[in-house]
Nanobody, 122 residues
Framework: QVQLVESGGGSVQAGGSLRLSCDASTYMIRMGWFRQAPGKGREGVAC???????TYADSVKGRFTISRDNVKTTLYLQMSSLKSEDTAMYYC???????????????????WGQGTQVTVSS
């Protein structure tokens, strides 16, 4: 089973930027980010496949950019113009068979990281 370790979370003021990283123990065809805010369900944020194709949740389009380094098997999420509603625990996930969903979710993820907290203050 793939092991995933996130880093890069922290506290930032609204309008600021953060970059999250996720180190994977092995190459996975699809990788992505989910987030979960207090009292809410887990939602997909962004997904990327082996060709570099990406999908995003509507709430982050134009502000977040997902990318990957296939040599280092590292996933990134560049977050800009952060809003208070972006405050959540962010999780890295990996998948293989199913394509990225249009709303930024990885379908049937095979592994999850432990999460990294992002807090945006207004």
């Amino acid at each position: 089973q793939v092991q995933l370790v996130e880093s890069g979370g922290g506290s930032v003021q609204a309008g600021g930027s953060l970059r999250l990283s996720c180190d994977a123990s092995t190459y996975m065809i699809r990788m992505g980010w989910f987030r979960q805010a207090p009292g809410k369900g887990r939602e997909g944020v962004a997904c990327i496949d082996s060709t570099g194709g990406t999908t995003y949740a509507d709430s982050v389009k134009g502000r977040f950019t997902i990318s990957r380094d296939n040599v280092k098997t590292t996933l990134y999420l560049q977050m800009s113009s952060l809003k208070s509603e972006d405050t959540a625990m962010y999780y890295c996930a990996a998948g293989s068979i199913y394509s990225c969903a249009a709303d930024g979710r990885i379908r049937n993820p095979l592994g999850w990281g432990q999460g990294t907290q992002v807090t945006v203050s207004s």
